[in-house]
Every structure is written in structure tokens, then in C-alpha cells.
Nanobody, 122 residues
């Protein structure tokens, strides 16, 4: 299984970005797909998850109302639409896949992408 993120970059506060994560694998629709982030000097933290077929989602409180996770199972791709970005959203964002599991804990996720940098200037 391979996960490849894209879409990161340098933006100003208040701007939007859409991250994409393309996954290999024939059972993508059965995976929980999550987005995590890690800022310098901080632990990796949960951002959002799309559970199995995508009918259920979960968000960290600090992104509710600003970020939206979605997935296209036909394209084996999960997206993270990030609006109203803040400087504190600056981090490396990682896509992850959990096979037949769901949750916010890093340890539940079986596969990880290499990460994409998001930098938000004030």
C-alpha cells in the first residue's frame, strides 16, 4: 500500500488549500482514511478521518467548521479541504490508512504517506 500526499504550500492567513492523498490498493473503500499533522517540536496530532465508505467523518475540535474531509473511492483518493487557515495550522500533514479499524489514535493506522508541508503566514 502506498499513500502519496499533494497540495501543500505556503499561503496567507485566511486562505484555503486542498490536500489530496492518492492510495494504491484494491480495498480502499474499506479503509478508514485519516489526516494527521505535526508541527515543529510537537507530537503528531489527529486532524480528521473518513470512516470506511465515507458516510461517517470525524474532526478534531480545532478544525471543525474550517476543514472538510472527503473521499472518492473510485479514484482511491481522500481530500482535505482547508479553509480559513491560521498560522497555527502550519505543520506537515500526513495521510494515513487504517484497515478495518477506526479512531483517532496514531497506532490504529497501518499505512502512512510521506507528508506535505503546509505553511500559513500571518
Amino acid at each position: 500500500v502506498r499513500l502519496v500526499e499533494s497540495g501543500g504550500g505556503l499561503v496567507q492567513a485566511g486562505d484555503s488549500l486542498r490536500l489530496s492523498c492518492a492510495a494504491s490498493g484494491r480495498t480502499f473503500s474499506t479503509w478508514t482514511m485519516g489526516w494527521f499533522r505535526q508541527a515543529p517540536g510537537k507530537e503528531r496530532e489527529f486532524v480528521a478521518a473518513s470512516i470506511w465508505s465515507g458516510t461517517s467523518t470525524d474532526y478534531a475540535d480545532f478544525v471543525k467548521g474550517r476543514f472538510t474531509i472527503s473521499r472518492d473511492n473510485a479514484k482511491n483518493t481522500v481530500y482535505l479541504q482547508m479553509n480559513s487557515l491560521k498560522p497555527e495550522d502550519t505543520a506537515v500533514y500526513y495521510c494515513a490508512a487504517a484497515v478495518l479499524k477506526r479512531g483517532r489514535n496514531n497506532g490504529l493506522y497501518d499505512y502512512w504517506g510521506q507528508g506535505t508541508q503546509v505553511t500559513v503566514s500571518s
